[in-house]
């Protein structure tokens, strides 16, 4: 009996407003850890809770350090409606798209750190949180500094981020942009770079054929940082590949495919080998891509 009492009030506490969360951290000053989750539907967010996140282990290791918070977005159509547009809502405002998402947030809200998918230990779980507790503590350090000293302190708590997180941490982006005017940390063109693919990733739905794609991602080619060649050339190759319709279609696709291989530093000489010889005969090229399409499902009729 006196054990049934007990669990209770050991369980972890999962609040589920984030301006009280945040609240909550600055009192007791923790970073605030909000899982966002699909609770029963999503496979890996069940098993994250219950390997992990639900352990007596995992909080032991949180109790002193998190504020512990669920943006929970369930099937089930009992779930409060509120709590779930409000759920929506900070999915959107995080820019998360993919479940379980765990992020580490500061009192004042800015993004640190955290991890996208399962981790299947509270150790494994425990030193990413880590690095974004030391990121956090990077960013109150830069808060007592100037100049080139604030400066190079945010740069190392920008690059301690994974790039997971890299769309999540642009305000964090823009200070270090405002601090290097002259780009002395190139965060300016690595924020063009970002730019770009985030352009790219607004305009594409927007295509309704094949060639408004392809012209959409020749006007991105035009001005492409470097970073961003190889994908758009590989975008490029695929769009021409997937929608040709003779042997010269293939043959422009190829060239594309050599010339993404060509603006990728990482490309092994046996993978251009292997390229070359996919493409060695274009016209078996061109049946394989018709009978794939000639395979796939007819669109539905709206």
């Not at 809200?109 to 503590?137: H, M, Y």
């Not at 190889?230 to 319709?245: D, E, V």
């Amino acid at each position: 009996m006196l054990l049934a009492a007990l669990v209770p009030a050991l369980a972890a506490e999962w609040m589920t407003d984030l301006e009280a969360a945040k609240a909550k951290a600055a009192a007791e000053n923790k970073a605030v850890l909000i899982d966002f989750t699909g609770s029963d539907w999503c496979g890996w967010c069940i098993r994250l809770r219950k390997q992990v996140l639900d352990t007596p282990a995992f909080e032991t290791y949180a109790k002193d350090k998190f504020v512990l918070m669920e943006v929970d977005v369930p099937n089930n159509p009992k779930f409060d409606p509120e709590l779930r547009k409000r759920n929506e809502q900070l999915c959107e405002q995080f820019s998360v798209d993919g479940f379980p998402t765990i992020m580490v947030i500061t009192p004042q809200g800015e993004v640190v750190g955290g991890f996208s998918g399962f981790k299947p230990t509270v150790d494994d779980a425990a030193k990413t949180l880590n690095a974004a507790l030391a990121t956090a503590g990077l960013l109150k350090k830069a808060e007592s500094q100037q100049g080139a000293e604030q400066l190079a302190t945010l740069v190392q708590a920008y690059k301690s981020i994974p790039e997971d997180f890299h769309r999540q941490v642009a305000p964090l982006r823009q200070r270090i942009v405002a601090l290097d005017p002259q780009d002395t940390t190139g965060m300016v063109r690595q924020q063009r770079v970002l730019e770009q693919r985030e352009a790219l990733a607004a305009a594409l739905p927007a295509a309704q054929t094949p060639a408004e794609a392809l012209a959409i991602v020749d006007k991105a080619l035009a001005t492409a940082e470097p970073e961003n060649k190889p994908g758009l050339l590989q975008l490029k190759f695929q769009i021409l590949l997937t929608s040709a319709q003779n042997v010269d279609d293939v043959k422009a696709a190829a060239a594309a495919g050599r010339e993404a291989m060509q603006a990728d530093p990482n490309v092994t000489p046996a993978a251009r080998q292997k390229f070359e010889a996919a493409f060695a005969k274009p016209e078996e090229v061109l049946q394989r891509v018709q009978r794939m399409r000639s395979a796939q499902p007819a669109a539905p009729k709206k």
